[in-house]
């Protein structure tokens, strides 16, 4: 991979009962760098706190997909079913809890951003959820 490619965290902050969130990457030294909304900085009080996790993850996106923008895009499909018990679920509601719930985690530290030289960024749309 690249050394041109950021490799960004979401971090946790806050409490427990009020979490928030920050994006941080590392500088070629290795110094932590926080997304003020902005840009980077080097300050971690000038960063952007985000109080929602999917606020968060959409800017992520945003920085990674801009960040990758200079290479070829190859969109692939894997199925999630979800298999809901009990009343079935009114379909706009279905999708406003997935959209809240449902997190996709890359353990990239054990398993890599992605196979040979490519980077893999996940995107749950939960606007195609539909029944079968």
């Known amino acids: 991979m690249s050394d041109d490619i950021p490799m960004i965290s979401l971090v946790r ?5 009020y979490p928030r969130y920050v994006l941080m990457k590392a500088d070629t ?3 932590p760098n926080y997304w003020t909304g902005l840009g980077w900085s080097v300050n ?8 929602d996790l999917n606020d968060a993850a959409w800017v992520y996106n945003d920085l990674m997909t801009d ?4 290479r070829p895009c190859h969109r692939f499909i894997a199925p999630l079913y979800i298999e809901m018990y009990g009343d079935r679920p009114d379909l706009a509601d279905l999708r406003s809890w997935l959209e809240k719930a449902v ?8 398993h890599g951003s ?5 980077v893999g960024i996940m995107i749950l ?3 195609d959820t539909k029944p079968v």
């Not at 971690?44 to 109080?51: G, H, V």
């Not at 997190?103 to 054990?110: E, G, S």
């Not at 992605?114 to 490519?118: F, N």
């Open 44 to 51: 971690e009080t000038a960063a952007l706190l985000f109080d």
């Open 13 to 17: 902050k806050g409490t427990k009962k």
């Open 114 to 118: 992605g196979p040979q030289d490519s």
């Open 125 to 127: 749309d939960t606007e």
């Open 67 to 70: 960040a990758l923008s200079d």
């Open 103 to 110: 997190r996709v985690v890359v353990d990239a530290p054990r």
């Open 29 to 31: 030294l290795r110094n």
